[in-house]
């Protein structure tokens, strides 16, 4: 999937907000040696902004944005923040709303008369509850080589007007497409490119200079960028996403709406004050993007209780708490508000692929520190170090490693899924009796 859609948020997080948090010099020590840490073990790259009451307590920078060249990471590079992205989107229909050009309860095809499903209503689309499921359409179905955009993936779905998977408002299932029709509402309701409208009523007036969409072509033109990469289970090396063939076409379209929004810790955190001084829309209207509208609850997925808001998951807690977070292959965007206590703390990755990111580790982590003033750096994940080293070493130099892993169970923990998708990865590269190795190595006692 092109954007992180499943988003395996834990009560973690709401031990992490919900008890008042006073940042002194120890707090930032033990974040730096936190991050400082993950990263020297290589669990992260990435930006890290931690703020209280609009001041930033917390800012670091940890690895590259180019590999390669060694370019440092900073508060002003750009990631792509994937379903970040729809944060924005929400906040431009709400503005819409807010000066009466629209209604969230209007039909979409009211303003888009082409649509064919004459029962979905913005307020659906909103809340993940169109009845759409993830893209709808296969990527697939697209152009090959060219940058896909929302007109060519609309044709196609206009073509094939693939069923609902269910009636519109009778639950949630999370969908990329929805809000690619919202950005298209958004353009015909102001007569206004998307990309346009953004800039000018969203990232100019929160002061976001380096902020905008881009596609694969557009972000090669711009400096200060972090560079998508994934540690390949193929090679055992970091590549850029973009540049693996299985993975492209999921980081490199030109679809807005949803996603390919670039953006920095910098910028975001001015986004979130100016929501905090309702410079973008007023406080009556952010309140309805906060509303608990239906359960953020998936097919095959833990229930935790949070709620589908506008663009933003809301956590079902005493305390108002919003969180917005995305990803795609090279890229994990994390963003948190604790409204109530006015804190919110972002961290953007540049070396993400779900089956051998830290990704999930950090809140853990992160409330550790918060909380109890004390460090908790997350385990390596022995698949991952196996990653590292099992597609290019020799039986003997993998059997090493395993032992190490083995006799230094407090630095490593087994993760049996990871495990078992090295094992696959191992047997399709034809590498079948480093494959039975790790399955003995690792197999139930």
């Given at each position: 999937?092109?954007y992180?859609?499943?988003?395996?948020?834990?009560?973690?997080?709401?031990?992490?907000?919900?008890?008042?948090?006073?940042?002194g010099?120890?707090?930032t020590?033990?974040?730096?040696?936190?991050?400082?840490?993950?990263?020297?073990?290589?669990?992260?790259?990435?930006?890290?902004?931690?703020?209280?009451?609009?001041?930033?307590?917390?800012?670091?920078?940890?690895?590259?944005?180019?590999?390669?060249?060694?370019?440092?990471?900073?508060?002003?590079?750009?990631?792509?923040?994937?379903?970040?992205?729809?944060?924005?989107?929400a906040?431009?229909?709400?503005?819409?709303?807010?000066?009466?050009q629209?209604n969230?309860?209007d039909?979409?095809?009211?303003?888009?008369?082409?649509?064919?499903y004459?029962?979905?209503?913005?307020?659906?689309?909103?809340?993940?509850?169109?009845?759409?499921e993830l893209?709808?359409?296969?990527?697939?179905?697209?152009?090959?080589?060219?940058?896909?955009?929302?007109?060519?993936?609309?044709?196609?779905?206009?073509?094939?007007?693939?069923?609902?998977l269910?009636?519109?408002?009778?639950?949630?299932?999370?969908?990329?497409?929805g809000?690619?029709?919202?950005?298209?509402?958004?353009?015909?309701?102001?007569?206004?490119?998307?990309?346009?409208?953004?800039?000018?009523?969203?990232?100019?007036?929160?002061?976001?200079?380096?902020?905008a969409?881009?596609?694969?072509?557009?972000?090669?033109?711009?400096?200060n960028?972090?560079?998508?990469?994934?540690?390949?289970?193929?090679?055992?090396k970091?590549?850029?996403?973009?540049?693996?063939?299985?993975?492209?076409?999921?980081?490199?379209?030109?679809?807005?709406?949803?996603?390919?929004?670039?953006?920095?810790?910098?910028?975001?955190?001015?986004?979130?004050?100016?929501?905090?001084?309702?410079?973008?829309?007023?406080?009556?209207?952010?309140?309805?993007?906060?509303?608990?509208?239906?359960?953020?609850?998936?097919?095959?997925?833990?229930?935790?209780?949070?709620?589908?808001?506008?663009?933003?998951?809301?956590?079902?807690t005493?305390?108002?708490?919003?969180?917005?977070?995305?990803?795609?292959?090279?890229y994990?965007?994390?963003?948190?508000w604790?409204?109530?206590?006015?804190?919110?703390?972002?961290?953007?990755?540049?070396?993400?692929?779900?089956?051998?990111?830290?990704?999930?580790?950090?809140?853990?982590?992160?409330?550790?520190?918060?909380?109890?003033?004390?460090?908790?750096?997350?385990k390596?994940?022995?698949?991952?170090?196996?990653?590292k080293?099992?597609?290019?070493?020799?039986?003997q130099?993998?059997?090493?490693?395993?032992?190490?892993?083995?006799?230094?169970?407090?630095?490593?923990?087994?993760?049996?899924n990871?495990?078992?998708?090295?094992?696959?990865?191992?047997?399709?590269?034809?590498?079948?009796?480093?494959?039975?190795?790790?399955?003995?190595?690792?197999?139930?006692?």
């Amino acid at each position: 999937m092109r954007y992180l859609t499943k988003i395996a948020i834990s009560f973690i997080w709401t031990w992490l907000f919900t008890s008042i948090i006073c940042f002194g010099q120890e707090k930032t020590i033990l974040l730096d040696s936190l991050f400082g840490t993950m990263h020297d073990r290589g669990q992260f790259s990435g930006s890290v902004l931690v703020a209280e009451q609009n001041q930033t307590i917390y800012s670091k920078s940890f690895g590259f944005a180019d590999r390669e060249n060694e370019s440092p990471l900073n508060e002003r590079t750009l990631f792509n923040v994937g379903s970040v992205s729809k944060a924005f989107t929400a906040i431009a229909i709400l503005q819409l709303a807010e000066n009466d050009q629209l209604n969230v309860v209007d039909h979409v095809i009211n303003h888009l008369p082409d649509f064919a499903y004459p029962n979905i209503t913005i307020h659906h689309l909103l809340i993940h509850a169109g009845g759409f499921e993830l893209d709808h359409v296969s990527l697939d179905s697209l152009p090959e080589n060219k940058i896909a955009s929302n007109q060519e993936f609309f044709e196609i779905l206009y073509s094939l007007k693939p069923p609902l998977l269910f009636v519109p408002g009778e639950r949630s299932e999370y969908s990329n497409l929805g809000y690619m029709v919202l950005a298209e509402i958004v353009e015909k309701v102001s007569g206004t490119g998307f990309k346009e409208y953004l800039k000018k009523n969203v990232f100019d007036p929160a002061n976001m200079p380096r902020t905008a969409i881009y596609n694969a072509e557009e972000i090669k033109q711009i400096d200060n960028v972090a560079k998508g990469y994934v540690l390949y289970p193929f090679t055992g090396k970091y590549e850029e996403a973009i540049n693996i063939p299985e993975l492209a076409a999921y980081v490199s379209s030109g679809f807005h709406g949803d996603g390919n929004v670039y953006s920095s810790t910098l910028d975001l955190i001015n986004f979130y004050k100016a929501l905090a001084k309702n410079t973008l829309i007023s406080e009556e209207f952010l309140k309805t993007a906060f509303v608990k509208h239906i359960p953020a609850k998936m097919e095959g997925t833990p229930d935790y209780g949070h709620y589908y808001g506008y663009g933003w998951l809301v956590f079902n807690t005493p305390k108002q708490i919003v969180y917005r977070g995305g990803g795609l292959q090279g890229y994990a965007s994390n963003t948190f508000w604790n409204i109530t206590d006015e804190r919110v703390i972002i961290y953007l990755i540049n070396d993400h692929l779900s089956y051998t990111s830290y990704n999930d580790q950090i809140p853990t982590a992160l409330a550790e520190i918060l909380n109890q003033n004390q460090l908790q750096i997350p385990k390596m994940m022995a698949s991952v170090e196996l990653t590292k080293i099992a597609p290019t070493s020799t039986v003997q130099e993998l059997k090493v490693k395993i032992n190490d892993i083995k006799q230094n169970r407090e630095l490593y923990d087994l993760d049996v899924n990871g495990l078992r998708f090295l094992v696959h990865k191992l047997q399709q590269l034809g590498q079948d009796e480093k494959a039975k190795v790790l399955m003995e190595s690792f197999k139930p006692q």
